[in-house]
């Protein structure tokens, strides 16, 4: 390489390699590295651990305890769910289902020549007469017996025979297994406790309803950072030539580091150095080297001054945080039991499904049992009619239960996160577990429940907080109606030039202070902000008496809601009673000939009724009970989305009161 150096070493487009300036721009390259070197996921990182750790000390202040928290993505709930007790044969499925696949209880209903009750056939077309010798194994045609009355029209019945064979459907296989529920193959028993925590993780609401008390803490970080240091660094660097000279001519490089704070009573400080190197090839003297030192103040002592003027961002955002917290934790005591209402109201589904298919194998029978009797004439055909229609009812009737049940499932999976075509089977011991919860009535009066939940209701906290909000905004809007007097300082000190760039020449340097006054002549706009703050706090302490109403007519409404589904409940199973004897007696009348088909079928239909009846009203006083102690602000919910289970009693509201 050729060419000429400098006297600084600095090259030409076609000299060799200078000293000062790559050493100097080289150091400028590895600085700047290292402070833009920090990745992405660093910083996601200091953003999480700032954020967890605002969330872990508000939830210690306000609720006692710091739980887990993150809004990591989850693993996939399916592979959560594979970790469940997969469903097997025999007791598991039966539990599934609700118990033994073809359990009928005893009608009562004896064959002709006293065999005992009349056996379950496999199910054939309801619509095919059973064959006797009198012709009735040929399907109801036009002029078949019965007839159609004088003026109807008869319809023609098809013989399944003469149809083509085709696959049974999804009913017919249930029917041939004798299995009321269609269970899937590889299903996963879910269990109550099981849905709460799959909901927790999984549930598109409650990732939600996390994220968003992230977002408020991460709005914290920024206002507390703006009350820290604040340092900036700039670097620069220029290369030039002028007129038609081939080579290069000057150059500069230089750098800038600022300090800035709040103070806390609404002033500004700030501090600076810059340094500058130069240099000129068309001169003989060729480089330069600059320093500049500056600090500067500006600190209100009327509009704006005061820590709880100029601090009000930071209060907020830190009560903000507080509210964001006590509303989450409440949002999970509603978000528990709207999850347990749903899974209980699915099993209720399940039930019913059950029970009309224990419904539809008693309705065979009758039918079974008519037809026999009618071979014998022993009851009219019109009897026989009658039960083959109501069997076909009641087949109808259990696909469609059928229907709604898995339907009710699939929205159930949604509620969880999980996608509709994941294999669950609800736990129906679950089911059973509640018929053994105590039908007493509360232990506490209607007024005990409505003044606890006054004192501890958590979204009733922050509307009480907000009212105190309301109240400091007006003090911000009275002091913007004050005039601006602020005082001002500041000093500016340079090096000495061209030999020692780090010297500091104060006695050459630059002083200043000042005041500066503006008049409130113009206030326009904040004689407005204030009028809006004064309305805006009145709105606010009528949300407050109405927010305290509200809560006690949800407590109030929760109480009688108790109440009336304990009163429910024993008048259901006292029904059900009442229905499971009315079976037996009409059975028994049937023997004797005193009761007729219709009176059969009446009779199982009611006690089906009853059935289903005393199974919602075992779900809605559970539920009930539930939305009590929400509603009283006592429903606790864990980490995995379960709650304690124990409604309070009178001495627990007095314990609670004086701590």
């Given at each position: 390489?050729?060419g000429?150096?400098g ?46 750790g605002?969330?872990?000390e ?9 739980r ?57 077309d ?16 036009e002029?078949?017996?019965p007839?159609?009355s ?38 996963r ?50 290369l030039?030539r002028?007129?038609?000279e ?9 750098g ?69 917290v ?12 709207d ?23 008693r ?30 009812s ?9 229907e ?10 949604i ?11 609800l736990?129906?011991?679950?089911l ?133 589904a ?49 199974t ?44």
């Open positions: 390489m050729t000429d150096l006297r600084f070493g600095v090259p030409s487009f076609q000299g060799g390699v200078g000293l000062l300036f790559p050493r100097v721009l080289a150091v400028a390259v590895v600085l700047s590295a290292f402070l833009t070197g920090c990745s992405a996921e660093w910083y996601k990182e200091r953003a999480d651990t700032q954020a967890y605002i969330i872990a508000k939830q210690q202040q306000e609720l006692g305890e710091s887990a928290f993150s809004i990591e993505p989850p693993a996939p709930a399916v592979a959560e769910l594979e970790q469940l007790k997969p469903l097997s044969a025999g007791a598991e499925l039966e539990d599934a289902v609700g118990g033994p696949l073809l359990e009928a209880q005893p009608t009562g209903l004896e064959a002709p020549g006293g065999a005992g009750p009349a056996a379950a056939e496999p199910k054939k309801p619509l095919q007469q059973p064959a006797d010798d009198a012709g009735a194994d040929q399907p109801l045609t002029g078949a017996a007839g159609p004088p003026g109807e029209t008869a319809v023609e019945l098809v013989p399944t025979d003469a149809q083509p064979a085709a696959p049974l459907d999804k009913y017919a296989l249930l029917e041939q297994k004798g299995q009321p529920i269609p269970v899937p193959e590889s299903a028993v879910l269990g109550l406790a099981d849905a709460l925590l799959l909901a927790s993780r999984h549930s598109r609401e409650h990732l939600s309803e996390q994220e968003g008390l992230y977002l408020t803490a991460l709005a914290l970080t920024l206002e507390q950072y703006r009350w820290t240091p604040r340092f900036q660094a700039v670097l620069s660097g220029e030039g002028s007129g038609e081939p080579r290069l001519s000057a150059w500069d490089t230089g800038d580091v600022s300090v800035s704070l709040a103070l806390p009573h609404g002033g500004d400080l700030s501090a600076s150095m810059g340094t500058a190197f130069e240099g000129d090839f068309s001169k003989e003297t060729t480089q330069t080297a600059t320093s500049t030192w500056a600090v500067s103040l500006s600190q209100p002592l009327l509009r704006g001054f005061g820590r709880s003027i100029a601090q009000e961002p930071l209060v907020q955002a830190e009560r903000n945080v507080i509210y964001e006590r509303l989450f934790e409440r949002f999970r005591q509603t978000f528990a039991v999850i347990a209402d749903s899974f209980y109201r699915a099993l209720q589904r399940v039930d019913t499904v059950r029970n009309q298919w224990t419904n539809y194998v309705f065979t029978e009758v039918r079974q049992m008519n037809e026999a009797l009618a071979k014998n004439n022993r009851v009219p055909e019109f009897e026989v009619d009658q039960a083959r229609q109501d069997e076909l009641a087949r109808n009737q259990w696909v469609t239960a059928v709604n049940y898995e339907l009710e499932l699939d929205r159930f999976k509620e969880l996160g999980l996608p509709t075509e994941v294999p669950v089977v736990d129906a011991r679950e059973e577990a509640l018929r053994a919860m105590s039908v007493e009535p509360p232990e506490f009066s209607l007024e005990e429940a409505a003044e606890v939940a006054l004192a501890n209701r958590l979204d009733l906290m922050v509307t009480r907080d907000r009212v105190a909000d309301a109240e400091r905004q007006v003090e911000l809007a009275k002091d913007q109606l004050r005039g601006d007097l602020t005082l001002t300082a500041s000093t500016s000190i340079g090096s000495t030039p061209d030999v020692e760039a780090l010297s500091a020449r104060f006695h050459e340097g630059t002083y200043r202070v000042g005041m500066d006054y503006d008049l409130p002549v113009d206030r326009f706009s904040e004689r407005n902000r204030y009028r809006q703050a004064l309305i805006s706090l009145e709105q606010q302490r009528r949300s407050l008496s109405l927010a305290e109403d509200n809560v006690k007519l949800a407590v109030r409404g929760a109480y009688r809601r108790v109440e009336q304990i009163e429910s409940y024993r008048i259901q199973e006292n029904s059900l009673g009442l229905a499971r004897r009315r079976v037996e007696s009409t059975a028994l009348l049937q023997r004797t000939g005193r009761a007729r088909t219709r009176d059969i079928l009446e009779s199982q239909r009611a006690y089906v009724q009853a059935q289903n009846s005393v919602q009203a075992l779900v809605d006083l559970f539920i009930a009970r539930l939305a009590l102690r929400r509603d009283m602000g006592l429903l606790e919910v864990d980490e995995r989305g379960m709650w304690t289970w124990q409604m309070p009693t009178r001495e627990n509201l007095v314990e609670r009161e004086n701590e």
